[in-house]
């Protein structure tokens, strides 16, 4: 090994030479890189070839490849051939290599830089660049990682994109690749699984090359047969993919395996819709089940919550029951007291007339008679009185609503009025004052001519001198209309006042004794220029009127006393 680490210094140090042309420094590691891999692997010990390896990417020769592999194409000029042994020399090396304390540089800035130098070749190699995809090929084989790096590459993209030819070649380095490790795309995730078949999915969409359309159905194929669950789950976003198959890629000489693929295509949609109905049927059950424990465990509060309820709606229809059996014994009760004294009042009705001369029963029914008439009249009209105060206390309301409304509305246009003369004096002021741009002489002119519009058209607005006549006008004939209107008002009091003491007095005069029954003595009493007999005579009509007035029972039991 120390020969070999000699060796890579010196080669090194010759790499690092200025005076060394692009072609010269690419001959001399084409030479030296071959020399060697072949003498490591022809060694016994299989690990030399490693430490080979690992010594060459330790000491950066393997970054000076790459370096190379970068340059323009003026740099190289025209020295293709030699460039693509470089690339596949340098790809060689990178596979096997140990770094040691250098892992995570060499797996995430190492491999990515040199995956992108070989693109960037191929990319200029145009169409010879089977040997650089070859090269992409053997790395991707050990290591699987990169395999999203080279998909969202820009150089990727644009090798895919030339012609039918270099997307052949892109198509057939992955399906060698998948033929070449077994375990190549077990060591993929998800989305480089989906990346990888967007790629052939996005080949058989938009080319028409038969040799690209074959070499994608094969590639989907393949896959399917390395991870076939993945596969067949992820081809199920593609929608539609079988109906492009059936219709564009049929009749090309691959129909075994479009027939194949549609298939697999259409097995995984059953499959995919039976797995959904089982999902949905273990969803369900679980549901269930989740639901039928809780009730199970809710249940014995529910049902001491439902007895409770019970005895509480029964306990209510019991008291329900006993208020309405003792209302029913006390309306039964009243009814009996009430017959009891009707029953009573008869019998005492009828003892008083037996007392009474046969001669004076009529009369005395007959005042019995027009003393409930009284009562039912008077009571009739304090009725009446008391709904036409309540139709007077009602109009009083409302003409008090006008009234605030009247002052409300007339707040409301003082407030507007006292607005709109703000903004007149607001707007009155000259609009040429405090313009920009505009000369003495400009102002003089705008103003002549305002004043001139305004001298042709006056404003037909109302001046603040005739709103507040106005105002005062309108204030001056409410006040007089609100006099008149109290006016009436006392008026009609008057007249209802007036009209109540007739009545009361009609109906003192038909409760008082006929003239018939008068005496000379009494008009004399009352007609006496003394004032105490006067008032004496006065104070006993009052009397006997109040007697009058007293219930008819009442009076039959004065009338039984003086018996």
């Known amino acids: 090994m120390e020969q070999y680490e000699g060796a890579v210094m010196q080669l090194k140090r010759q790499v690092e030479d200025e005076r060394m042309t692009c072609d010269e420094t690419v001959n001399l590691l084409n030479n030296a890189l071959n020399r060697f891999v072949n003498m490591a692997a022809v060694q016994k010990d299989s690990s030399v070839l490693s430490r080979v390896k690992s010594v060459l990417y330790q000491s950066g020769v393997l970054h000076h490849c790459i370096t190379l592999l970068t340059l323009d194409p003026p740099s190289l000029r025209g020295n293709w051939s030699a460039a693509a042994t470089l690339a596949s020399l340098t790809s060689s090396c990178c596979v096997g290599v140990e770094p040691s304390g250098l892992s995570e540089t060499f797996h995430r800035l190492f491999l990515p830089s040199v995956m992108d130098s070989l693109l960037l070749l191929a990319s200029q190699l145009a169409r010879r660049t089977q040997k650089v995809m070859d090269s992409v090929s053997r790395i991707l084989r050990t290591h699987a990682q990169l395999t999203m790096h080279i998909l969202s590459s820009a150089h990727y993209e644009f090798i895919q994109g030339s012609d039918a030819t270099t997307a052949l070649l892109c ?116 549901w269930r089940a989740y639901l039928t424990r809780r009730r199970l465990k809710t249940l014995n509060s529910v049902v001491s919550m439902l007895q409770r309820r019970f005895r509480a709606r029964k306990e209510q229809q019991q008291q329900q029951r006993a208020a309405q059996q003792w209302e029913e014994e006390l309306n039964f009760q009243v009814c009996i007291q009430r017959q009891q004294a009707r029953t009573k ?219």
């Open 345 to 563: 009042f008869h019998q005492k009705q009828r003892q008083l007339l037996q007392l009474l001369p046969p001669d004076q029963v009529q009369s005395y029914l007959q005042e019995c008679e027009r003393r409930a008439a009284v009562l039912i009249q008077s009571a009739w009209r304090g009725f009446l009185i008391r709904r036409h105060l309540d139709f007077q206390r009602r109009t009083l309301r409302h003409m008090q609503t006008q009234q605030h409304a009247a002052r409300t509305l007339q707040k409301a246009v003082r407030h507007f009025l006292q607005k709109r003369c703000a903004a007149d004096v607001l707007v009155s002021r000259c609009c040429w004052i405090g313009q920009k741009g505009l000369t003495d002489s400009q102002r003089a002119v705008w103003k002549t001519q305002v004043e001139e519009y305004v001298r042709l058209h006056p404003s037909m607005g109302v001046s603040r001198e005739q709103c507040e006549h106005l105002h005062v006008d309108v204030q001056r004939r409410l006040q007089v209309l609100k006099q008149q209107m109290m006016q009436r008002m006392r008026e009609h009091q008057k007249i209802e006042s007036l009209l109540a003491h007739t009545h009361n007095q009609l109906d003192l005069l038909k409760e008082s004794l006929p003239l018939s029954d008068v005496k000379m003595t009494d008009f004399e009493r009352f007609l006496s220029p003394c004032g105490t007999m006067a008032t004496q005579a006065r104070d006993a009509h009052n009397a006997r009127l109040q007697d009058h007035k007293l219930p008819w029972w009442r009076t039959l039991d004065g009338m039984t006393a003086g018996l």
């Open 171 to 286: 198509v057939q380095m992955w399906i060698d690749t998948c033929i070449a490790s077994s375990d190549y795309l077990s060591k993929l995730c998800d989305d480089s699984i989906l990346l990888l078949l967007n790629e052939a999915v996005g080949q058989l969409t938009v080319t028409s090359d038969t040799a690209v359309g074959g070499a994608s159905v094969r590639l989907i194929l393949q896959m399917s047969n390395q991870l076939p669950l993945q596969t067949s789950r992820l081809l199920l976003q593609f929608k539609g993919l079988d109906s492009l198959l059936d219709k564009d890629w049929r009749g090309r000489g691959f129909d075994q395996e479009v027939h194949q693929l549609i298939t697999l295509i259409q097995s995984c949609a059953n499959t995919s819709s039976v797995e959904c109905v089982r999902a949905a049927c273990v969803i369900q059950a679980a």
